[in-house]
């Protein structure tokens, strides 16, 4: 009797017990799916100005709470958009990345609205040894010779500052790391950007100078020429010769003085002449 009592707990036990993990397993479920949602990723590295299509994308659950803004859920609206910028493997795929729809491949498609790309002559020096990479900031200087000297002196001046490197090359991939020592970098400038640069390589030579990506600073700088390298101080224009203007002075004249009423008076046999 005792031991049929026992059995009867024993299999009400494991059946409680059963259903209990059967329930905290369904709502373990249910709460881990209704906490993820679907999101676009890349499924291998995408290089930029490249045109996207369903085979690059694949779709994987995110924490809902860590979506990034601009995220897709499916991949269909992504077909055939170009990318802005390289894509890692498993990045998501966002809106602020792709250029706007209609939008062809290659490389207009990452330039800024209102700007332009201007391809310059470089070597290994004025190339920064291969450092001036896709993605990296430069300032442009231009060495010439200085306008309006007789002695035709040379100066060296920063013409540009903080200009986006597009490409290397034929190379528009932001993501190696490794120096690359081409004959061509491809800028994106501004139109006054754009004529000044063009002016600047036909009336010198150029330099490109590597600055930090964060840096947002503009310096003002004179130039430096080979008095101001060696530590003279600059040449002070002589200044034109003042005219001077003689003044020649004449002694005044004294008036004449004027005529009054007169009158002769005879006294006699002699005679005079008052005036009053």
Same mark, same amino acid.
């Given at each position: 009797?005792?031991?049929?009592?026992?059995l009867i707990m024993l299999a009400v036990a494991m059946v409680t017990g059963l259903a209990a993990v059967v329930f905290a397993s369904r709502w373990l479920i249910h709460t881990s799916s209704s906490a993820l949602t679907p999101v676009a990723v890349?499924?291998?590295?995408?290089? /930029?100005g490249q045109p996207l299509n369903v085979n690059m994308i694949r779709i994987v659950n995110w924490p809902t709470g860590s979506v990034p803004p601009g995220a897709f859920?499916?991949?269909? #609206?992504?077909?055939?958009?170009?990318?802005?910028?390289?894509?890692?493997?498993?990045?998501?795929?966002?809106?602020?990345? /792709?250029?706007?729809?209609?939008?062809?491949?290659?490389?207009?498609?990452?330039?800024?609205?209102?700007?332009?790309a201007i391809t310059v002559r470089v070597n290994d020096v004025v190339g920064v040894a291969g450092f001036a990479l896709p993605g990296n900031y430069v300032d442009v200087i231009v060495n010439t010779q200085e306008p309006g000297k007789g002695d035709q002196q040379s100066i060296s001046k920063i013409v540009l500052e903080k200009i986006?490197? /597009?490409?290397?090359?034929?190379q528009v991939s932001r993501d190696d790391t490794q120096p690359k020592v081409v004959n061509a970098v491809t800028l994106q400038v501004?139109?006054?950007?754009?004529?000044k640069l063009d002016l600047a390589r036909s009336v010198g030579t150029l330099s490109l100078v590597l600055r930090n990506q964060v840096d947002k600073d503009q310096l003002a700088t004179n130039g430096a020429t080979? /008095?101001?390298?060696?530590?003279?101080?600059?040449?002070?224009?002589?200044?034109? #010769?003042?005219?001077?203007?003689?003044?020649?002075?004449?002694?005044?004249? #004294?008036?004449?003085?004027?005529?009054?009423?007169?009158?002769?008076?005879?006294?006699?046999?002699?005679?005079?002449?008052?005036?009053?």
């Open positions: 009797m005792k031991n049929s009592r026992a890349a499924r291998d590295d995408i290089n /930029l859920t499916d991949v269909k #609206p992504l077909d055939g958009r170009v990318l802005r910028t390289s894509l890692a493997r498993g990045e998501p795929v966002l809106e602020t990345k /792709l250029a706007p729809i209609g939008t062809k491949g290659g490389l207009s498609a990452v330039i800024e609205k209102g700007d332009r986006l490197v /597009l490409a290397v090359a034929q501004s139109p006054d950007q754009a004529e080979k /008095l101001t390298l060696l530590g003279h101080p600059a040449p002070v224009a002589a200044s034109a #010769p003042v005219a001077t203007t003689r003044v020649r002075y004449v002694a005044a004249r #004294p008036a004449p003085h004027a005529k009054r009423d007169c009158v002769g008076v005879l006294s006699g046999v002699t005679g005079s002449e008052e005036c009053f």
